[in-house]
């Protein structure tokens, strides 16, 4: 009886982690093709504002570290293959460098926005504090590849790959990471994402 309570869990778990996948690649889809009409000009080498990180950060608290890592690892895993873009050294090392640092190191990191949030005391607090951590882990992986694989693709006046890459990736990923933070932190404060019932907490404050 358990075994099979045990796995109708795991089935559930699996089903909510496939359905938080097709929901970041709908977001990204959506937000990415807004923010470049609005912005055509300006992310040209990639990138863009987008809340795709949402449901990934949020899957994350609901079930934890493992699952959260492991529906962010599958998401990488579908950007490779839809999305895939080879580094102009054309050689082994720039091809897995950009594997890791374009996709799987990048978006993976995602799934320990729950690691992070266990830092703060208070929890909604903490919820937002991981899910801007990781968005902010994600920037580096960015940064790191900007500069090491993609600087012949070099834009906006720079001399030094280090220093455009920095100003590159962060001028849409510390926004990315903001609004990130503060759409999860309003989800927690309604709703316990471990439960998906209403917070009792807040609840209370509101009738008091």
């Known amino acids: 009886m358990n075994s099979k309570k045990t796995v109708q869990s795991q089935a559930i778990k699996l089903c ?29 080498n990639g990138g863009g504002i987008t809340l795709f990180m949402v449901p990934l950060v949020f899957i994350a608290y609901r079930h934890g570290n493992k699952w959260g890592l492991l529906t962010a690892f ?11 873009y080879a580094p102009p050294a054309g050689t082994a090392l720039s091809f897995v460098l950009c594997v890791l640092l374009d996709y799987v190191l990048a978006f993976t990191v995602l799934g ?5 949030a266990s830092f703060i005391k208070d929890k909604v607090l903490g919820y937002a504090f991981g899910a801007f951590v990781v ?19 070099i834009t906006w006046g720079f001399t030094s790959v280090w220093l455009y890459s920095f100003v590159y990736n962060i001028s849409y990923m510390l926004p990315n990471a903001i609004l990130t933070s503060v759409i999860i932190y309003g989800l927690c404060k309604v ?8 917070n009792v907490k807040e609840a209370q404050n509101e009738e008091q």
């Open 135 to 153: 968005c902010m882990l994600r920037f580096v992986c960015s940064f790191l590849s900007g500069a090491i694989l993609w600087g012949e693709y």
């Open 74 to 84: 599958v998401f990488s895993g579908i950007q490779i293959l839809t999305g895939w």
């Open 112 to 116: 320990l926005s729950n690691f992070f």
């Open 191 to 198: 709703m316990d994402p471990k439960t998906l019932k209403r």
């Open 16 to 44: 909510e982690c496939a359905i938080m996948i097709a929901l970041a690649i709908v977001l990204d889809f959506f937000s990415k093709g807004i923010s470049s009409f609005i912005f055509p000009d300006i992310w040209v």
